[in-house]
């Protein structure tokens, strides 16, 4: 498995582009099972998760076709109910294929979908069973896969217990094509949620008040051909905005949305890290001393938890002490060890705080990349290491971050793969 190689504190500068959102394309690729249309998305990351979502979508017999970033899918003679084992027990987004499937062809069978390990015990599905089950669908748990199957889905009220993004969208999908009206309450707010909504609506679906906490679907009996366009990464945005605080230099972020990270910018404002921004731009300027500042992570519009690990590599670089309380996962503050192992002081108080003592020195070391997300501030770090920082696993930052040593060479980052 490739590594990276990174010499640290190289001073970063110029521009950065952000690519479209790994967790919009993610959920628009399973969406296409809603219709036996062909829908054109355009502005698609080119990533390790969204080749598996391409090759899971054509296993199941529907036509595509990937040129330029841009994808078309038809899913007109679907061949196959039943989602491969194997590609999805290894791929958490692959319970977004369920629903589409049910809706549209009553049966389906698949794993309990794999992933990264960043909730105990594996992350469960039962939100999602739920809502199915409520729409009509009966369960047969098997040995190691689960068999859905449903005659008709009606709609229902449903209350999720827990707020779920991908649970919000998989319920908010099979209920286009539920006959009836279908509440959905306590929903996520991810912008992405928005953005699929909006799309379902154009080709017909009748979904209302996706981006709050309660959506309404109207159940339809087809959904039209379409086109949609990947919305800009507000995750990545974040990162190189964090990447650039963290080595206190001026970068200009293009092709992002800053309104969908503003709790971020916010505390940039409260802790000395200057910035300007447009609609579609944002410049982090070169920060000075920058304070410390704890957060708690929480679903939209609150601090997302994708970049609470970025974050605190971030607060080891300031002035002061701040706790980092994730909320949402119970297995991800594990790579602070690797922090410590560098020379930051961090105490651990529980699965889900830590306290960052800072300013720390940073030393380059040999690190793994346990997730996607602690892959990138693992990277942030050994970039404001002094010395040589070795990364390994790094397929794990290939599943959501494209190209990412080429992008950062070009910003003046010494970091090198080898595969
Ligand atoms: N949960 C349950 N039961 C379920 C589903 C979730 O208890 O059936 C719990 C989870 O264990 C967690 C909480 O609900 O404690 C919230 O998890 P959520 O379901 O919202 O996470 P997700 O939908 O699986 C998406 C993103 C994640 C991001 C989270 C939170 C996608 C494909 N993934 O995951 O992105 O961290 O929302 O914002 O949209 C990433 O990009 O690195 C990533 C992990």
Known sequence: MGKFIIQGQAKLSGEI?????????????????????????????????????????????????????????????????????EQASKFRASIMFVGPILARFGEVKFPHPGGCVIGAGGRPIDLFLDGFKKLGAKIDEKENYYHLKAKKLNGCEHFFPIISVTATEALMMTAVLAEGITILKNCACEPEIKALADYLNEQGAKINGAGTSTITIAGVKNIHAGQFKVMPDRIETGSFAIMAAAAKSEIMITKCDPEHIQVLLNIFNKIGIPFKQGSDWLRIGPAKRIKSYSIKTH?????????????????????????????????????????IQMGADITMCDPHRVVVNGPSKLIGKKLTSPDLRAGIAMIIAGLIAEGKTEIDNIYQIDRGYENIDKRLRALGADIERID
């Open 17 to 85: 582009k952000v690519m479209g959102a790994k967790n919009a394309a993610l959920k628009i690729i399973p969406a296409a099972l809603l219709s036996s249309e062909k829908i054109t998305i355009t502005n698609l990351p080119d990533i390790e998760d969204i080749n598996k979502a391409i090759s899971m979508i054509k296993a199941l017999g529907a036509k595509v076709k990937l040129k330029n970033r841009t994808l078309e899918i038809q899913a007109l003679n679907i061949s196959n109910n039943k989602i491969n084992i």
């Open 299 to 339: 679903e939209y519009p609150g601090f997302p938890t994708d970049l609470q690990p970025l974050y605190t590599v971030l607060m080891t670089q300031t002035q002061g002490t701040s706790l980092i309380h994730e909320t949402i996962y119970n297995r991800r503050l594990l790579y602070t060890d690797m922090l």
